[in-house]
């Protein structure tokens, strides 16, 4: 008897402890299953982070897809509104790099089911390829690493799923209209037809025309005039030191509706006159895109804004720098950077950020900078002076 006792008491200890490991695991980030026909087809996958306890900052992630030349990334990639500082790396291909940070700290300690990102998926070929996630930085609101697990998923192309749409709609269209039309039309007709003539000519004729005629033609005539949409833009100043303040200018044509601004440092915006900060020496291409429902207008200008300074050539990266609180300077040794959050034009190699606010103590960060590489830096916590 007592030896049963013993084993319940066992079995419901490891029931215990095994209903609150499955309440304390970390995190996952996981991306959806998703089918495409094969011609050229497209859809989009959502990054999704189940859970963020202690507040997401920021991420970087590498998502793949194996075996290439299945399916491949397309633009653009749809950061939700939380991320307004973001970046990606460039398209098309089947591996992709995305970027972003929680500038104004929207995703709070607690949060559930956080949407990253939308990804673009363009098909080339029949097949499946594994959707693969790879955690490069996942960082909380005090700055430290969150702990999370990947879950893959698959996009599968499959040329044998539009053949069913046709099957159903010959069938069901001829057989119905036939037998309806010649029952009911001759036999109202002749019935109608001697009795109501002499009454009804005289009530309809009146009545009829001049209504008809006021209404018709000022409705028709407006619709043929749309101006055509051409986007169209101004930016001053174009060159300065850093931190660089431009206001950029709409003027495009045909009265657009929705803006999108590609600032060129990894920054974007959907006001119609945004007003920008560069924090990087460096050279940026601007692109404006505007839309009108179905209709869209780009503008591209290569290199239109130069920031300038005292600062190293040669191959240079990326890197995306934040600090809690904000407006904190950046320098490299003794060459000044910017003020956060920026994203830095960095010459490649290893290097030594310090980030200075007055009211707060110093603090240096080492970083690896590749070329041509996008580096998200943990945000950076200052501390009061006491």
Known sequence: MNEMKGLQLGICVLFLLFSLGAAVHGATL???????????SSGTIDVMLDQAPTGLAGYQLEISLVPAGIAEFSPPVNFPPAFSMNTNSTFPSSTLN??????MDQIKAGANDILLATLNVRSLAEG?????IMITELTDDSGDPISATTQSAHVTVDSSTPTVVPTTEPT???T?????????????????DPTTEPTAKPTSEPTTEPTVEPTVDPTTEPTPVPEDLVAAFTALPMTGTPPLTVEFKDHSSGNPKKWRWDFGDGTLSTFKDPTHVYGGIGRYTV?????RGNLSSVERRSEIIRVVGDYPTGPSGFAMVTSKP????????EIYLGTTPATLI??????????HKEGYLNKTVNVMIRPNEIKLIPQVMLKEVS
């Open 98 to 103: 995305i970027v972003a940070v929680d500038l």
């Open 287 to 291: 692109t404006l895109e505007v839309m």
């Open 176 to 192: 119905v209209e036939p037998t309806t039309k010649p029952t009911t039309e001759p036999s109202v007709v002749p019935t109608v």
């Open 128 to 132: 499946s390829s594994e959707i693969q």
């Open 326 to 333: 904000s407006g904190a300077e950046v320098k490299m040794g």
């Open 172 to 174: 069901t269209e001829p």
């Open 346 to 355: 960095v010459p490649a190699g290893s290097r030594t950020f310090s980030f």
């Open 30 to 40: 996981s991306v959806n299953d998703l089918n495409l026909a094969d011609s050229d």
